[in-house]
């Protein structure tokens, strides 16, 4: 777990929720107009990441 975001507050939580959603977004639209398939892999990636962040940020929701 990251161990900065063990000191945010809920609310800062939520919002680099919302943020982070918002890049996968924009990552898989990306994604779906790329043609590289190196460009591809680095994105598919880079969301998985991305995600990872998200699920450890709702996990201190619990």
């Known amino acids: 777990m ?3 975001f063990k000191d ?3 609310y800062d939580r939520a919002v680099r929720i919302s943020l982070y959603s918002n890049r996968v977004g924009k990552m898989e639209e990306q994604k779906d107009h790329t ?3 190196e460009a591809v892999k680095t994105l598919e ?3 998985k ?3 990872r962040l998200i699920d450890e940020l709702l996990e201190l929701f619990l």
């Open 2 to 4: 990251e161990e900065r």
């Open 8 to 10: 945010m507050t809920p």
């Open 35 to 37: 043609e590289d398939p």
């Open 45 to 47: 990636e880079k969301i």
């Open 49 to 51: 990441e991305t995600q």
